[in-house]
């Protein structure tokens, strides 16, 4: 059953949300992103505290960040907000990360090897990927994990129903390695976290990095049954 404006059901929402990391420049209008934060703030949350603060970036707001955290990225200006991963990944975690990032690599045209392309390709990051709006996600700092899993709810929502308004989306943790430039752009106070930034706006259908699907493991592998 379909069940949105653009005829997508909320099935082909789900199943068919991917990364997009090349926009068309075309403008976002602000209606539309604040139906979309107002839908998504129906996720759940722990006693409904609703932890997610957002800011939303457009126009001369979102180049003048651009530049400047491209301007940190290129100097090593890295500051983390927090720690995201392992210090060492083991399997089968590892495997996923280099195939993710092998068949991204194919799809740019740049060679494994290619260290200086894989950092051009990364940089697209602070571009937005030439997406027009640019959502950065924070809380207050002193909330503890309870808060985090809400504010990941939240984001899914916010990529779900970017899909129902006819948009796409790119969550972007990497924005977090340079949170001080963010914030600083932003006028966020250090008692605030940035958890996350996001891309929005209409995918490039031209763009081959478009085409990539991540790869999913089944069900059997991730889920264990109790009946008795």
Not at 18 to 43: C, G, Y
Not at 81 to 87: I, L, R, S, V
Not at 97 to 114: M, P, Q
Not at 139 to 160: A, C, K, P, T, Y
Request: with cysteine; hydrophobic share 40%.
């Amino acid at each position: 059953m379909k069940d949105s404006s653009n005829g997508m059901s909320g099935i082909e929402a789900v199943t068919g949300r991917h990364s997009i990391r090349n926009f068309l420049p075309d403008p976002v209008p602000e209606k539309v992103i604040r139906s979309i934060l107002a839908e998504a703030a129906r996720a759940p949350s722990g006693t409904n505290t609703q932890p997610w603060l957002v800011h939303v970036v457009t126009d001369a707001a979102r180049d003048r960040l651009s530049q400047a955290v491209l301007a940190a990225a290129r100097a090593g200006d890295v500051n983390e907000e927090y720690k995201y991963a392992p210090d060492t990944w083991r399997e089968p975690y590892l495997a996923r990360r280099r195939k993710v990032g092998f068949d991204l690599y194919a799809l740019y045209g740049i060679d494994r090897h290619d260290m200086a392309g894989r950092q051009r390709a990364m940089l697209r990051n602070f571009e937005f990927f030439g997406a027009p709006a640019g959502l950065f996600f924070t809380m207050e700092r002193s909330l503890l994990h309870g808060s985090w899993l809400d504010m990941g709810m939240f984001m899914q929502n916010v990529m779900i129903l970017a899909r129902l308004h006819g948009l796409e989306t790119c969550a972007q943790q990497a924005w977090c390695n340079y949170g001080h430039v963010v914030r600083r752009e932003l006028g966020i106070g250090d008692e605030y976290i940035l958890i996350s930034g996001m891309s929005l706006g209409h995918p490039n259908p031209e763009a081959p990095e478009n085409t990539l699907i991540s790869e999913r493991a089944p069900v059997e592998q991730f889920t264990t049954f109790h009946s008795a």
